[in-house]
């Protein structure tokens, strides 16, 4: 089975943002994360947003989804297993 067969494996996968306080207090947008669950709540992948310093948070804050992206998904060992990068 390859790494990423695990979405020929369930009929539904949901994915939920893991927010961190400063997000949610000062509506700051920090590096998303995310969680990959089947419909038994179990979690099958982690979705990490790459951080890449200040320069790149002040442009998560003005341009919010509107602004490159790479993040790293990692199966529940945290094995890396997929970059995906929106230029």
């Known amino acids: 089975i390859s790494n990423l067969d695990i979405f020929d494996q369930h009929h539904r996968i949901f994915v939920k943002q ?10 700051w947008e920090t590096a998303n994360k995310y969680t990959v669950f089947n419909e038994h709540k179990t979690p099958l992948l982690f979705i990490v947003e790459r951080k890449k310093g200040f320069l790149d948070a002040l442009k998560r804050f003005v341009f919010r989804s509107h ?19 929106r230029p």
């Open 18 to 27: 893991q927010k961190e306080l400063v997000e949610i207090i000062l509506d």
């Open 67 to 85: 602004r490159s992206l790479e993040v790293d998904v990692f199966d529940t060992q945290k094995r890396p297993l997929l970059r995906i990068v």
